[in-house]
T-cell receptor, first 113, second 114 residues
């Protein structure tokens, strides 16, 4: 089992719709969860982080966390073609005395006009 | 702020040659990370420095890979000898240790080993 799993997609949604991106993780000790966006040929950029169960909203983005189910999601409301990118879920892992981020393989989102 | 700077942006080399990738982190950041990204394996952490000291190098694939951080503003990742399976995009990222996970990535170096 991979440590952080995401559906590779592509997830195709029409402009204006809600895009829902999902991520599951295996380490029950993980406490911090992140969403990075990566445009084709570019580097990842941090867009959201969440530490507590429940929802966290930032503009059109909402991160949702359910630690009991080991599940993190990212909702993008009013999707725009400019949201088309790969979204990487990242989870902290404490191993060997050190913290580090473990990334999922990413979900490719395509928003079509 | 110039962001994380990496060089070269593209590198094409022949199998067996030595390759050196360079990174300048954001000024004031004291944690530096080297990642490798491929279609097959996604984004993998190779090594992580804190205050110029290597903290976790468990992701370094083998002895052919080595990384140094001689000062707070410069790091190198060296592959010697290079192999075709090393072809990937190599990213450097930096952060402030009190916000370890808020990492800022450089533009990456696309390495092709023929």
């Amino acid at each position: 089992q991979k440590e952080v799993e995401q559906n590779s997609g592509p997830l195709s949604v029409p402009e204006g719709a809600i895009a829902s991106l999902n991520c599951t993780y295996s380490d029950r000790g993980s406490q911090s969860f992140f969403w990075y966006r990566q445009y084709s040929g570019k580097s990842p950029e941090l867009i959201m982080f969440i530490y507590s169960n429940g929802d966290k909203e930032d503009g059109r983005f909402t991160a949702q966390l359910n630690k009991a189910s080991q599940y993190v999601s990212l909702l993008i409301r009013d999707s725009q073609p400019s949201d088309s990118a790969t979204y990487l879920c990242a989870v902290n892992q404490f191993s060997g005395g050190y913290n580090k981020l473990i990334f999922g393989a990413g979900t490719r989102l395509a928003v079509h006009p | 702020d110039a962001g994380v700077i990496q060089s070269p942006r593209h590198e094409v080399t022949e199998m067996g040659q030595e390759v050196t990738l360079r990174c300048k982190p954001i000024s004031g950041h004291n944690s530096l990370f080297w990642y490798r990204q491929t279609m097959m394996r996604g984004l993998e952490l190779l090594i992580y420095f804190n205050n110029n000291v290597p903290i976790d190098d468990s992701g370094m694939p083998e002895d052919r890979f080595s990384a140094k951080m001689p000062n707070a503003s410069f790091s190198t990742l060296k592959i010697q000898p290079s192999e075709p399976r090393d072809s990937a995009v190599y990213f450097c990222a930096s952060s402030w240790s009190r916000a370890l996970y808020e990492q800022y990535f450089g533009p990456g170096t696309r390495l092709t080993v023929t």
